[in-house]
């Protein structure tokens, strides 16, 4: 049974830093491209953040680009979110999953049920 645990989220102000991550199990995910996607309260569930299965390809929402770097370690089974210069508008329940293919993390068409997720509040 496939398991996305994420965690690393918490409380903090604007402009400071959080670094979140993805423990996947049940299956190898080194094949696969991995993304970060989250909620915000009263909104859908939007992409944040994707990655290739290799980590040498990369895409971002226009609204976390230049602020938010993903990473993976295969070894490991692990994908990472490293988020700066918090806004509150990042304010949202941060979730990571897998996809066939990078395009298809962006579309957010997923491979597996969604974890419990990680919560993201950054004060003003």
């Known amino acids: 049974q496939v398991q996305l645990v994420e965690s690393g989220g918490g409380l903090v102000q604007a402009g400071e830093s959080l670094r979140l991550s993805c423990a996947a199990s049940?299956?190898?995910?080194?094949?696969?491209?991995m993304g970060w996607f989250r909620q915000a309260p009263g909104k859908e569930r939007e992409f944040v953040a994707g990655?290739?299965?290799?980590?040498?390809?990369?895409v971002y929402a226009d609204s976390v680009k230049g602020r938010f770097t993903i990473s993976r370690d295969n070894a490991k089974n692990m994908v990472y979110l490293e988020m700066t210069s918090l806004k509150p508008e990042d304010t949202a329940v941060y979730y990571c999953?897998?996809?066939?293919?990078?395009?298809?993390?962006?579309?957010?068409?997923?491979?597996?049920?969604w974890g419990q997720g990680t919560q993201v509040t950054v004060s003003s």
């Open positions: 049940g299956r190898t995910f080194r094949n696969y491209p």
């Open positions: 990655l290739s299965w290799g980590g040498g390809v990369t």
């Open positions: 999953n897998a996809a066939p293919s990078l395009s298809g993390v962006q579309a957010m068409l997923v491979s597996y049920s």
